[in-house]
Every structure is written in C-alpha cells, then in structure tokens.
C-alpha cells in the first residue's frame, strides 16, 4: 500500500496492490471467510475500476478488472448468491468483448475513428461495470 501511494504515477505499484488485494480474497474465500473475501475483492475491483479508467489504452488494467470481477461470481456462486454470481460474470464478459473490439479495431488497420470508437466501447465498459458495482455496495 505504501507503496503505491508513495508513487501514484507509477501505475504497476497500484496494479501489484490490488493483485495482493484479489490474492487475499481468494485465500479468504478458500478458507471460508466470506465476508473478508468479498471485502478484499471489492476493494481490487476499485483499484481496478481507477487503473481501467485512467489507462484506457492499456487493456490489461481492464483485463483484470474483469477478472475481479469473475472471482466475485465465484464466491457469490459458492455462497448461493445465484443473482449476483450472475450480475457479476456478465460484468466479467462484458469487459473482454470491449476489448477484442478494440484489438479488432487495431489490428485490422483501423482508422483513428474505428480505433477510437473502440476505445470509447471499452470505456463505456469499464464504466457499465463500476455503475453497477456501485449500486450493488
């Protein structure tokens, strides 16, 4: 924590933060502490959440973002949550098709317009994401 708050410029701090922070959950879910996984879990979302936001062009902060995202839906699949293990895979889908929109974009020689309205579709993502992440908490 310290850090990434020592060096708030330098993004792989907060990204190996919240890497800790998604570790942890899962050491807690497997261990039966549900309560702190989810905690631990959010808490790498919102760290996630700010990296795919200020970095939009560096898809793996949004990569894994989904991928809290799927751990959430796991617990909340084990612990019998069926509609927020549900809210929370397809939070966890909805992030990768943005990006291989983008990647498609890219790689097909796109124009500034396709690779930016790529971009944008990633964003708006990430962003679908964190209102309804929001809402849930």
Known sequence: QKL???????PQHTRDLAASHH???????ETGRTEKAEAAIQ????????LANDHPAHTRYASDLAGSHAGLALLYR?????????????????????LAMLA??????GDGEAISGALMSGQA?????SITYTRQN
Do not use: F, N
Not at 4 to 10: G, L, Q, S
Not at 23 to 29: A, D, F, M, P
Not at 125 to 129: C, L, N, R
């Open 43 to 50: 808490k790498a979302m919102a760290l996630r959440q700010d």
């Open 104 to 109: 498609s974009a890219m790689a097909g020689g």
């Open 4 to 10: 990434a708050d020592d060096h708030p410029t330098a």
């Open 125 to 129: 993502a990430a962003a679908q994401a």
């Open 23 to 29: 570790s942890l959950g899962v050491l807690y879910r």
């Open 78 to 98: 084990e612990t019998g949550q069926a509609k927020e293990a549900e809210t929370a895979h397809q939070k966890a889908l909805t992030i990768p098709r943005a």
